[in-house]
């Protein structure tokens, strides 16, 4: 399955997650920290949804209240 989410309060514009059987295939950040991102999405691939979730759901950049990971985390949460 193929999810665009729309992320709030950060630099990047857009997530693209591809997932299959509960498992990560693929994450793409459009905007925000390109190497950071391209790593989340390396380090995330074959990974387990509610594993990724449970890492990465509450990490903070910054003062924000959120980041480029916790919104990954809020992205999966609605692809299920």
């Given at each position: 399955m193929?999810?665009?989410?729309?992320?709030?309060?950060?630099?990047?514009?857009?997530?693209?997650?591809?997932?299959?059987?509960?498992?990560?295939?693929?994450?793409?950040?459009?905007?925000?920290?390109?190497?950071?991102?391209?790593g989340?999405?390396a380090?995330?691939?074959?990974?387990?949804v509610?594993?990724?979730?449970?890492?990465?759901?509450?990490?903070r950049?910054?003062?924000?209240?959120?980041?480029?990971?916790?919104?990954l985390?809020?992205a999966?949460?609605e692809?299920?």
């Amino acid at each position: 399955m193929k999810y665009n989410y729309t992320p709030k309060g950060v630099c990047s514009r857009l997530i693209t997650i591809e997932t299959q059987d509960g498992k990560i295939l693929n994450v793409e950040f459009t905007g925000g920290c390109n190497g950071n991102l391209k790593g989340i999405g390396a380090l995330v691939k074959g990974m387990e949804v509610s594993e990724a979730i449970s890492r990465l759901e509450n990490i903070r950049c910054g003062m924000k209240n959120t980041s480029c990971p916790d919104q990954l985390a809020q992205a999966l949460k609605e692809a299920l």
